[in-house]
């Protein structure tokens, strides 16, 4: 089982953390991968911490 099947399993939340760099695609690309996470159950990690899943855009 893959971590995001796992993350719509009853009482597991995953978080995410996303850091994004460059240009503003690169913030456009961070957004849209956002909404994917959040789709698949993540949440955005609490400010300065690491989430479950980490991605340098």
Do not use: F, K, W
């Amino acid at each position: 089982m893959s971590s995001i099947d796992r993350s719509r399993e009853v009482g597991v939340t995953r978080s995410y953390e996303i850091r994004t760099y460059g240009c503003q695609m690169n913030v456009h690309d961070s957004e849209r991968l956002a909404g994917l996470l959040e789709d698949a159950g993540y949440v955005r990690a609490p400010e300065g911490t690491d989430g479950d899943a980490d991605v340098v855009v």
